[in-house]
């Protein structure tokens, strides 16, 4: 595709995304869950179309599982995994259409080779940063489609549960924002299990004679 036409399509989506970010909130939808919830089939159009749209509006993918939470609770586990799977498959079409073998595109795919596509991808899901920098980073990486299906999916599961979990309290969501789905404990157990995911092939590239500091600069 020819670089100019990948940048202005570049262009559009970031600011029609940024615009969608000053006009709408997560809470926007929180606040309107009780007209949603009155009818289950509009429900579940929402939440797909909520999942697809998310990537624009700049909206964390836990609360997908959140509003999935709500509706079905815990039961919900199964269909929260699904669309965040869902949600997160845009922006990574967006880094496949975006990459053109730049510093990015050979930084990501650097990191994938010490790492691995499917245990990256997991680690990189399972830390607690916005999912959407591992979707593009995967696309403009060039991972394999059914390579990062399936490492989000396992990657998403502990957000997933700590989402569909927080469903129940939404009250307390509503109050104290997304932000009321992560606790602490949460957090360290996240970062720590990360860590210990990439560790191994991290230590492994070093011995070899790598150095981690030449993947990250490219």
Do not use: H
Not at 60 to 85: D, E, I, N, Q, R
Not at 100 to 118: C, L, P
Not at 144 to 159: E, M
Request: charged share 10%; net charge neutral; glycine share 12%.
């Amino acid at each position: 595709m020819d670089s100019r036409v990948r940048s202005v399509g570049s262009a559009l989506v970031v600011a029609i995304a940024a615009g969608a970010l000053f006009l709408f909130s997560p809470e926007w939808v929180l606040e309107r869950l009780g007209w949603l919830a009155g009818d289950p089939v509009r429900f579940a159009v929402a939440l797909v179309v909520l999942a697809l749209v998310r990537p624009l509006l700049l909206w964390p993918a836990t609360l997908v599982a959140v509003l999935a939470g709500y509706a079905w609770g815990l039961m919900a586990f199964p269909v929260a995994l699904v669309l965040m799977v869902v949600t997160c498959t845009p922006p990574y079409l967006f880094g496949r259409f975006s990459a053109d073998g730049g510093r990015f595109s050979e930084v990501g795919e650097k990191a994938m080779d010490v790492a691995g596509d499917f245990r990256g991808i997991v680690a990189g899901r399972v830390f607690p940063a916005p999912s959407d920098i591992v979707s593009v980073g995967s696309g403009l990486a060039g991972v394999r489609s059914r390579t990062y299906l399936g490492a989000t999916a396992v990657g998403q599961i502990p957000w997933a549960f700590a989402g569909v979990a927080a469903g129940g309290s939404i009250y307390r969501v509503v109050n104290e924002g997304i932000t009321a789905v992560v606790s602490p404990s949460i957090l360290a157990a996240t970062v720590v299990v990360a860590a210990l995911m990439l560790a191994g092939p991290a230590y492994s590239y070093a011995t070899d004679g790598g150095d981690i500091a030449d993947v990250v600069a490219g």
